[in-house]
Each structure stands twice: as structure tokens, then as C-alpha cells.
């Protein structure tokens, strides 16, 4: 139950952060460029490119070096630990891909609305920065450490952990084919199934 409800927290907490990042680095971004416009006489000012956005570096951060990187695969994401903190790591990657894949949604043509089904909360429009953060995370998700440790864990003790296991894997594999982003080499070679 605390671990559902720490989880619920932790998905709000990602969601207001990645909008605050986001208003921020568009006021940023919009005086940077008023700066930029005002010292046009100077040769040396710097281009700003409005059309790429950047991931946005706080939630980055902290979504993949500490959520995925320090607590999932260094603390407690290999076969062997106590069943708490096999319990606590699955949940926890359950929570960043519903976070990240939040993005497949977004649609560049603003006419193209998606039709809103009856009952269910209309989808917020993404800025194009959380966007490119969200796209960021999913590719650290499909990362060689991130199988390798899913793939220890079917070789967990405990049931649970194997089959909640095996369902991430399945469910990562599947997005991956639908979205189209690259599982890791090691997993797909014959050569790297073989250890």
C-alpha cells in the first residue's frame, strides 16, 4: 500500500517538475533571445536556435541518474536482495515508463486532435522540450543495463518478481516495436544471448 501510494507521488512529482522545467526554459529562452535581438549591432552574438528543443536537464537528472541509474540498477535491481526491495524496483520501472510514454501522444499538426473518449481526462499538450526529456528517458529504459538487470531478475527467488519481471520485459519489447526505438544490441544478436 505505501508502495502504491509513494509511486502515485512520485508520478505527480514528475509531471509538475517536468511542466516547471518546461514554463522555465521558455522564459529563459525568451529573454535569452530579447538579449540576443538587442545586441544585434555586435558581430560576435550568439544564433539561438529556435527550432531544437533540449531535454530538460533537472528531470533528466534525476529520472536517469538516480531513479534508473542509483536506485534501480545499483541498489536494488539483481537477484538475491530481500523481496522489499524487488517489490519496490518493478513498481518504480512500471511508474517511469508510464511517465515517459506519456509522449506518444503528442501530435505536431494541431488540427489533427485526437477524439476525446467519454469519461477520460482530455491529454495536456506537451512542450516540445518535455517531449525530447520524455523520448530521452524511454531510450535509457531500452538500455543494455536496464535488460541485463530485468533479464537477473527472472532468475529472482521469488515468484512474484520473476512473473512482474517478465511482464516489464514483454511490455518494454512491445513499445519498443511500436515506437520504433532500438532494443539493445546484446538482445537482439544470437551472440549475446548465448551468456
Known amino acids: 500500500e505505501y508502495i502504491a501510494n509513494l509511486l502515485q507521488l512520485l508520478s505527480s512529482l ?8 518546461a514554463e522555465c526554459y521558455e522564459t529563459d529562452k525568451m529573454n535569452l533571445e530579447q538579449i540576443v535581438i538587442s545586441d544585434e549591432d555586435n558581430n560576435d552574438a550568439m544564433q539561438i536556435d529556435s527550432q531544437e528543443p533540449i531535454p ?7 529520472v536517469c541518474d538516480f531513479l534508473l541509474s542509483t536506485i534501480t540498477l545499483k541498489q536494488a535491481a539483481y537477484p538475491g536482495t530481500v523481496a522489499e526491495k524487488e517489490g519496490f524496483v518493478l513498481p518504480l520501472l512500471r511508474c517511469i515508463i508510464s511517465f515517459a510514454s506519456e509522449c ?4 505536431s499538426d494541431t488540427n489533427n486532435k485526437p ?17 525530447v526529456t520524455k523520448r530521452h528517458i524511454m531510450n535509457e529504459l531500452f538500455s543494455t543495463e536496464v535488460f541485463a538487470a530485468l533479464l537477473s531478475l527472472l532468475d529472482s527467488m ?3 518478481t520473476r512473473a512482474a519481471a517478465y511482464e516489464l ?10 515506437q520504433n526505438i532500438p532494443l539493445p544490441s546484446e538482445i537482439l544478436s544470437s551472440s549475446g544471448r548465448q551468456y
Open 104 to 107: 506518444s501522444e503528442q501530435t
Open 115 to 131: 477524439k476525446r473518449k467519454a469519461g477520460l481526462a482530455p491529454r495536456r499538450r506537451l512542450h516540445p522540450s518535455q517531449v
Open 14 to 21: 514528475l509531471t509538475r517538475v517536468s511542466m516547471v522545467e
Open 56 to 62: 530538460l536537464p533537472i528531470l533528466t537528472s534525476f
Open 169 to 178: 520485459i514483454c511490455g518494454l519489447v512491445r513499445q519498443a516495436h511500436e
Open 158 to 160: 521469488w515468484d512474484n
